[in-house]
């Protein structure tokens, strides 16, 4: 399993952008890269839901509420998944977590909130 620290939340305008990152800074390389990498999100009053993933091989998928606005990508030789949010809406706020998931189960990253109101 693997620590995971996320950052780059925060509060932004309507139609603004924001960064997330999530590090695994005491992972060994080869193990993060193994690793399937998401983030979610959890609204109030919902289910946490998948927003994004990238697979080891650097394979995507998303959900359908962001395509085109978000981008997921990973840099394994520094062990972080970033999530690009583009274009974003109110309706976008919420608690956003990195998942790994690994032959030894998975793992979860503290949230980071991100806020979207003018």
């Known amino acids: 399993q693997l620590n995971l620290v996320e950052s780059g939340g925060g509060l932004v305008q309507p139609g603004g952008s924001l960064r997330l990152s999530c590090a695994a800074p005491r992972a060994i390389t080869s193990v993060f890269n193994a690793h399937t990498m998401a983030w979610y999100r959890q609204v109030p009053g919902k289910e946490r839901e998948l927003v994004a993933q990238?697979?080891?091989?650097?394979?995507?998928r998303y959900a359908d509420f962001v395509k085109g606005r978000f981008a997921i990508s990973r840099n394994n030789s520094r062990k972080v998944v970033y999530l690009q949010m583009n274009s974003l809406k109110p309706e976008d706020t919420g608690v956003y977590y990195c998942?790994?998931?690994?032959?030894?189960?998975?793992?979860w990253g503290q949230g980071t909130q991100v806020t979207v109101s003018s």
């Open positions: 990238i697979g080891d091989v650097r394979d995507t």
């Open positions: 998942n790994a998931v690994g032959q030894r189960g998975a793992s």
